[in-house]
């Protein structure tokens, strides 16, 4: 596995290559979409589809390859820029885009068996789908951050018109709310934006490449810290918004549970991420003009805020998709709390966190979209027995919930041990004992659904379940997907490759640069 | 860890407990029905009611199992066991070392197990009333017990009961410490629950109403029941034995040199156990048998005085 | 920079001004249209102060910023919000039952309005600041809060969007007034958002107005945990 | 001293044999296959962890066993280290699992064609191995890992029998009440880290600088909670008598016998090796642990002493018995903190000593129990009875193990209750007139718990085993398949040989705790005694014990049969009936009516309630009565007073939480606006 990554980086070492690589990767998605709107057809659009994903994520991973060998790597003079903090981002677009195209296939075909969508809507569905990992493939890779909220607001877009592709009530509700919410939070986000550019325009920097992530790095020492100050404030509240940080999350439990299940699996699993990615890159920056401690307490504030209400709302939750819905917002707080605590282990926490959450998360969604095919119905009262109408779906669906309220030896364990660890080592009690509480909760509310629905018996009576249903599990296409995913679920609770960890150590270096403190006790990883 | 002589002291010790046992029962019964103004049978009288048992058939239930057969050999082995351990015409067990004061509850305690199996095993009703109540008494006696052996073992020293004895043996007549005062009262309660008198239960009855110890072997006859009979006695004179050494070590020997300090020793320890036997007959017929659960009152103030013996030991 | 010392306080004054004024108009409306009408209003004062702003500070991307604002914000977009609306009834499109009344609405926007000149001030005297940006901050700031009530207040589908597309325009103003205009590129594409995000707002709409039979968004409340 | 490779392939071959146990049985449909595949080298496995551990233990050596990878970075990483301490436990998880491993594979009989064998071996052998690779973990993220592990395993076997509601809550309670200690675990672990900054349970051991006292306060308090949760300790008990009832019953022995024994594993690790106490500032923990301990050993028993279900009443019992461990290491907590080493030494032999005992005879009877459920398909003692002569085999070992849980000798719940005894009794050294007094109040606790445990199992073992069959199923009983006689028999073994023999016990149990070998000299349990100018020692000695009671009972044999001068016959008769006709089994007195006085007794814990309904034949005469129907019932105080109020609380204020999620976009929006409000006010606030 190294070894491949290291011949694909030397083979990308030229900086020519990598920004061929780079637009290359860009292009893939495009590629899709044109290809399916060349050809009209249901088959063609799920094979190029799948097809463009497949060459984005062998793209992708060749890009980080280069990341990893080079530390950083840009084209077209500024325009794109991607470190090992946008390649740690990057992995989950290409991987669960790709996983997703997959997955696509066997869950838009079953919908359009039953009619739910016609051919026009399956068309349109893969053009979205297209164009919706394209503009967040540009979040990481942009080095303007004017071009990074551009992006953001554009995945918003993409993402509400694929919502909107079911008529039924629910979907349009969710469709429109989250547009509503998500534009004016990123509103915030640009108002912070140019508060940004405006203190490194003001600090003396080149009014053309001020708006550069790289720039105001630099200068993040000069910035005025009184407009930082209120500039983070509106990004985080901006992007915040998007990432459904609490209280601004509201939206999101609406929009991901109403969304076809693979776009539901790229929103928490993907999307959230990007926004995260955001607020982060102007918490390295605010760091450097205030000193670690601002954004970061203002991160723990939130992150603890999120990972509380999602508690108090997956302990109640009746619907299985908003459960998992409101189960992204715990994570991204879980995130921005790491990122609070800071210091190498929260650092790589964070990461890790964000890569295992990309991959447990479309795991359920993935299964919950073959059971309530199958039981024809997302509450989770109706649901039992699913170990035993569908074995595999079931014991994924297992696995993938044991991992998302962060069970040992599973993935997310891990990242949330790091986690932990960083904040009680840092001895920020308070935040890390209330996040630590409220797991607990969420672990109990999880597994009080997850439980009585894998378990039991289907027969029970009063429960609706299709007469006759065949003690089967959905076809390859569906299974597969999850399978690979369980896969590194359980993998990453054993073992984080070592490239990843590499990868993790020069974040930590970058978080350094804008002074978030990292431990050199602790920095032991990247060798 | 001993030489032949010390073995053949315990063992001859102990033989005499047994023997004795039954005396003692006499002697309970016989003061008993002077109390109460008739003559009574002879002291001697339970040796001959022993004599006839062993030589008597047996019934056996057809509802039991091997469980009643073997619980009046696992009773008489272990109250016979335990009498190695006490001394009591001695100043001394040669085995104290082996076992000490826990280890003879705990085979009083193994003896009970077995007592109450053999009560549920016969699928009477009896049965199971007295299995019942005694749970419940040995329940509240053994704390009471133990807290007693707690003083006690504070006071003079440990729990192996020659070296307690020996300590006992060294003041004059009567252990008069506060601590020590309480945990006699606690003692002697502890007795009369342990060997079932009234007001714990009354053996002279067989009504439903009194019985506990008596319902539970209802079903012996012949040979068990006379095992089942004797180790009761033997249990009992242990525990006078306890009583009398620990408490009153007027009158023992303060070394073993002197051949007739111990032959004296020995008599006042027969006339001693005699005496308190005496007083808990006398007490027998001064009080009426208690409501069944009024008697957990008594062995929780059993426990009490007890516990306030520890407190007036470390004040 | 050069020329920012001479420049006549007055126009910039008088067109902020108009801007707030075409705000007001806004708020205490309640028709679509003629809500639609004030926007467009308020854009092309948009245009000339952006216009403005790009004269005396000579950088030429500003001009093209106008002139995209003129076409897009003033024409391009109320035509589009008129086309796919046309379908919608008329009894969707007035706002009859706002939950902030209009009356209280518009006592509120000028307390926005003192807010933001208060918090302007606060925010910026440290800092130093040109002539445009002390005149047109406090502005583009209420243009900002002023949108956001707007959202808040008003039930009607149509009025929200049209409170977005305010807040667009007290974003737009804020940028160039603080910032002469950040580079091209990200101006195109913030108008490429926006742009798109009007369509998409007006497919939903449109959708709202088929399946719900009303655009009240009082009866958009049926995704909620209880 | 470090040992090196014999034992690390040692140590690998058991980690092996457990993943063949587990991965193996998926191979095969047949159900019988499956149960040999997954229970022989399970087995097979436990005989290797016992060498291992055995070896380890009485050596006094460690074996030191780094993976050869980091799982995610420095001191991530699954990291061993066996020492003696390790090595105890791990020798009681490897004595039950044999004895376990055996008397499943004719278990698993009960089960085939119902149930996936294969999901139950591979739980099972997953189950036993995350427990050693518990003990053996030699950081905070390879010990979370396996805790959790097994936690996640038992899980699974609590809810075997999945289509149950009752054991999916009992499965709910117990994985949501072991995961909230996991997080206290992990807050102690942390605070140490917090302390050393590494995460080895090495720096934990040896600390650059000695930790200040208030992290360790707060690292105690932490793992008392949290292992205590695990353990079943008084009042974090409530899922234990829930969850171990419920699994099958092989796994009920492993988790009574063995998992919670690795919470005392815990405990012990932090309380004497990591935060050893070494001030009489720390005697409050070992107070607390001594109050815990006996609440915990007198509550358990006398919930077990009214329990019907007798799954239920063991695993009640359980938590009496970890009452007394911990009992035993709060004492021994005391008495290092007052640098009292002969005293601390005992009090810590006593407690180690009763977590081997409790395993060997709590496995035993589990299995035992599951051996009744097996035989009559039910675990409900008001209808069993007379089995004693349906099943004699697992009668007799049945009896072994309620005579030595009932602290008897010669068995061993007697040595280890002598040496706590003992421990309580040398408390008078303890300088301290509080800790005195409320020490020998936990004497009382633990003397009644002493008395009610006779009484419970002399109810369990009659009311399930004697007098008459109470139903048709246990009229119907027939004896169980000869492998679970084999398992049952090696547990019963341990029973005796670790009663008879001590010093097969208390010598490993010296050497792997580095204790004076002097208190477990060979087979006499001594404790020397000095109160005010009287010296003495007090020993006891089990072979000797157990000689002369053999000796005794020939004498009696001889006399007996001596006296006889003839022979005497035996008549079978039926019970003596006062003349009344038949007895019939509705006569006799049933479970509840056996612990019915000591119901009335502690009335004020159990709260029962009777209901009695009459049927009369004519409301004119109330005395003549058709039928009478009595129910009583008692309530758990701990749930009702403590976990009802409490989990509505919070149950409540999440509740109103949630509610902000009203549907209304208006009020979405205006939660942004105030969150960015109230952050633009914080931001100026904070510096």
Redesign the interface.
Known sequence: MTEMLTALADAAALPTVSSALLLSMLLAPVAGAVAVTVSRKKRAAEVATAASASLMLVLAVALIGAVISEKRISAFGELFYLDSFGAVVLLPIAGVGFISSLYSISYMGRQYEHDLIDDRRIIRYYQGFNIFLLTMLFVPVSN?M??M??AI??TT?VS??LI?LY?K??A??????Y???A???L??A??GT??F??AN??AGAD??SA?NWTGMVANSKLL?P??I??A???V??GL??KAGLA??H??L??AH??APTPVSALLSGVLLNCSIYGILRFHIITSGTLGA??SS??LM?LGVVSV??A???I???KDMK?MLAYSSVEHMGIVAVAVGFGG??GI?GAL?HIINHAIAKPLMFFASGSISHKYETKAMSEIRGI?KSMPVTGALFLIGG?AIVG???FNI??SE??I??S???S?QFLP??LV??F???I??GF??HL??MV???PKEPGKRLPAGMAKEDEGRLAVVPMVILAGLVVVLG???PQPL?EL?GDVAQIFGQGSVAVSP??G??SG | MADVATVAIGVVQAAGIVALAPFLTGVMRKVKARTQKRVGASVLQPYYDLAKLLKKDEVVSDQSSWVFRAAPWVMMVATVTAALFVPALLPLSPFGAVGDVLVVLGLFGLARFFTMLAGLDVASAFGGLGTSREMMMSALAEPAMFMTIFVVSLTLGGTNLSSLVGAAAQSAGFVAVPSMLFALIAFFIVILAETGKVPFDNPATHLELTMIHEAMVLEYSGKSLALVQWSQSIKQLILLALLVNLFFPAGMPPSLDAGWQVAAGAGAFVAKVALVAALVAFVETRVAKWRLFRVPDLLVMAIASSMIGVIFYYL | MTGLEILPADILTISSAGLLIATFGVVVRRGFADWLSAYRYQTIVLAGVTAVIAYYTGVWEIYVAAALTLVIKAVVIPRVLVRVTRKIKDEFKIEANPYVGLRLSVLISALLVALSYALTQQMLSSSSLDVVAMTCLPVSVSLFFIGLFVIVSRRMALNQVVGLLIIENGLFLFTTALTHGVSLVIEIGIFADILVGVVISAILLFRISQTFDTLDIGSLEKLRDD | MIIGDGHSVLFYLVILAFIAGALVPLAFRNSRKASVASFAPGAAGSVLTIALAASIAVSGTALEMPLPFAAAATEIEFQFYIDGMSAFFMLIIGLVTLAVSIYSIGYSSEYHEKRSIRALGFLFNLFVLSMILVVASDNVFSFLVFWEAMSLASFFLVIYEHESEGSIRAGMTYIVMTHLGTAFILGSFLAMYFQTGSLSFDSFRSPGSPMPAYIRDIVFVLALVGFGTKAGLVPMHVWLPQAHPSAPSNVSALMSAVMIKTAIYGLARVTLDFAAPSSPDSAWWGMLMVVAGSASALIGVLYAAIEKDIKRALAFSSIENIGIVILGLGLSVVFLSFGLQALAAVALLASMYHSLNHAAFKSLLFMGAGSVLFGTHTKNMEQLGGLAKKMPWTALLFLIGAIAISGLPPLNGFASEWLTMQALLSSYQVPNVALQVSISFASIAFALTAGIALATFVRMFGATFLSRPRSKEAEHAKEVPKTMIAGMSVAAGLCIVFGILPFAATGMIASSFGLDESVASFNVLTVPYSVSGIESISSMSMPAVAVMMGAAGAAIAGFVLASGSRKTARKIYSTWDCGFGELNERMEYTASSLSQPIRTVFRALYKPRMTISKDRYSDSNPYMKKSMRVESETKDVFEDRLYAPAVKTAVGFFDRVRRIQTGKVNAYLLYVMIALALLLLLARVMP
């Open positions: 303007n004017g071009t909220w551009v607001e554009a877009l509400v018109l909107m008529t009530e629910s349009i509700e969710a469709a429109w709310k547009l509503i919410i534009t004016v939070g509103s915030f640009l108002f140019v508060f550019y405006y325009v003001t009014p053309e708006m005025d009184n407009i100050k209120v983070f404030v509106f985080l509240v915040g918004t209280p601004m509201t939206w439990p609406d549970s109403e401690e601002f307490q203002l504030l509380g209400i508690a108090a709302s302990y109640f939750q908003r190498f282990f790589y890790l170990i044991l069970m040992p030896p364990f891990v041990f790091l932990l660890s904040g009680f080592g001895g890390s004992a630590m509480a797991l607990v909760v672990f109990a597994m009080r439980v009585r378990f039991g018996s054993f073992y984080v960890q993790a006790v602790e032991g990883a």
